[in-house]
């Protein structure tokens, strides 16, 4: 423990904005805030789109560390969100599909504590506000996972204006069903359904304030909240003055998708005012970020990115991502070296000042000392996406600058400096052989190590894993 402090201490010294600290440095709250399927070119400050309105995100990530390089787990939502809460690779652990459509009762294996459980029991007081996606039965729910308050939904997706859902609710209700559509179910307080009456990102917002503002009260308990706007992922639904804004955007989904995004900007201008009105801005590490790319049939742009939602190309996986600390982290620039969600589960301890749990596996690093430094938290080693598809997989490797992929639609496997070419364009596989042999057998080990699915998100997945097709999982690794 006394050899963790003196790193964080370290590190703060060179990090913070703010007189050197002498001594001690009072433990941030942490406040994640993420996304649902917005792209890479869904945000301002990237600069890739100029329709987009997020002028609260671009404050907040030009005064942070942006992260250019910044990377999920994996190109889905459920997946992705359980290397966040886990930090491990939700292949290690046979989380690698969404959860099953048919209401089955399971969830993220509860052997692996979650962050929220981590910090917890280190003294944060914790919340999760808005989209679980990790499992409905109660072993699974959030107050089951760390977290002291919740207000959210605990499927994957909800419609957005609550006299929609509450009517056909109502009505499957009474027809006797047993199973619900999870965009129509009540939204939950901890484990009590309850009435909603606003559109759902304001409500999630609302409740976001209340945190903060209660939080407020008893600044010497830091917190930790986990605000998951389902905003911008369908139904596109969006308020009539936030589409207002839009109106020269001739494509319907694309007009309605930009007043999603921007009504989450404004609530996070509403959750800023807070955490500054309440005199907790400047130790509140805010962390955003997005689940996985951007579904481009939905309204999603990824450019310069390729592809999108679901795919090893880079607008599957590389997403918007900062931390902006006043207190701690020195603003107004860019880190380069590859980041993951990975990451943030032994960053946020090094933060609380707490030791990994006994037991606890982690697949990611702590990146403090590496922002400090500019320096990689992985230098010469790989990050791994891994997607399944009829028998065989999608893969990506990222080490330092490169990239491999091999897709179904990449025709072999290619390399590529995502440094310089993050369209992926030039194909570099000829240049450097050795390097994408090297890289491809890293890849081999690490998938064969991997827990096999738990579940399926639907039958078919769990046909085509199953099938005669299966031998094909040796040739994701096979070079030309």
């Not at 996986?317 to 107004?332: E, Q, S, T, Y």
């Amino acid at each position: 423990m006394k050899k963790q402090t003196i790193k964080f201490l370290a590190a703060l010294s060179f990090l913070t904005a703010v007189p050197a600290v002498a001594t001690e440095v009072e433990r941030p709250n942490i406040l994640v805030i993420i996304t649902d399927d917005q792209g890479y070119a869904d945000v301002g400050y990237h600069g890739f789109d100029n329709d987009v309105k997020t002028p609260n995100l671009d404050t907040l990530a030009n005064e942070g560390v942006r992260f250019s390089s910044g990377y999920v787990a994996h190109p889905f939502c459920g997946p992705s969100r359980t290397a966040l809460m886990t930090g491990r690779y939700p292949h290690k652990i046979g989380a690698d599909f969404n959860l099953p459509v048919d209401g089955s009762s399971t969830g993220i294996d509860t052997h692996e504590m979650f962050i929220s459980k981590a910090l917890q029991q280190v003294g944060y007081h914790t919340g999760a506000i808005g989209k679980w996606h990790l499992g409905e039965e109660k072993p699974y729910q959030p107050n089951s996972r760390g977290f002291d308050e919740f207000y959210g939904f605990l499927g994957g997706g909800h419609k957005f204006f609550p006299q929609q859902y509450r009517t056909q609710y109502e009505k499957a209700k009474a027809s006797g069903v047993k199973r619900f559509n999870d965009y129509i179910t009540p939204l939950m307080r901890n484990t009590e359904e309850v009435r909603e009456t606003e559109y759902l990102t304001d409500a999630f917002t609302r409740e976001a304030v209340d945190f903060i503002d209660r939080a407020g009260e008893n600044k010497k308990q830091p917190f930790f909240l986990y605000l998951a706007y389902n905003a911008p992922h369908v139904p596109l639904e969006a308020k009539e003055e936030d589409l207002a804004l839009f109106s020269h955007v001739k494509d319907k989904k694309r007009r309605t998708y930009l007043a999603m995004v921007y009504a989450v900007d404004r609530g996070i201008a509403s959750v800023v005012d807070t955490l500054k009105k309440t005199g907790q801005y400047d130790n509140t590490l805010i962390v955003f970020v997005s689940d996985n790319g951007g579904k481009r049939k939905w309204g999603g742009v990824n450019l310069p990115l390729q592809e999108g939602k679901g795919s090893a190309r880079e607008g599957g996986h590389r997403v918007p991502m900062f931390f902006h600390w006043p207190n701690g982290l020195k603003g107004g620039k860019q880190y380069d070296a590859p980041v993951s969600t990975l990451d943030y589960y032994p960053t946020f301890l090094a933060l609380a000042k707490s030791d990994v749990p006994s037991g606890k596996v982690l697949d990611g690093k702590n990146i403090l000392p590496h922002i400090v430094d500019n320096t990689s938290a992985r230098e010469g080693e790989s990050l791994f996406i891994m997607r399944h598809r009829k028998g065989a997989h999608d893969v990506s490797i990222r080490r330092d600058d490169f990239k491999a992929v091999r897709t179904t639609t990449t025709n072999g496997w290619k390399l590529f400096n995502v440094a310089d070419d993050i369209g992926e364009t030039e194909d570099l596989s000829k240049q450097y052989p050795q390097l994408l042999a090297d890289m491809v057998k890293d890849a081999g080990y690490w998938a064969w190590s991997n827990k096999p699915p738990q579940w399926f998100h639907i039958h078919k997945e769990g046909d085509e894993w199953r099938s005669e097709d299966m031998p094909r999982y040796g040739e994701t690794f096979e070079l030309d």
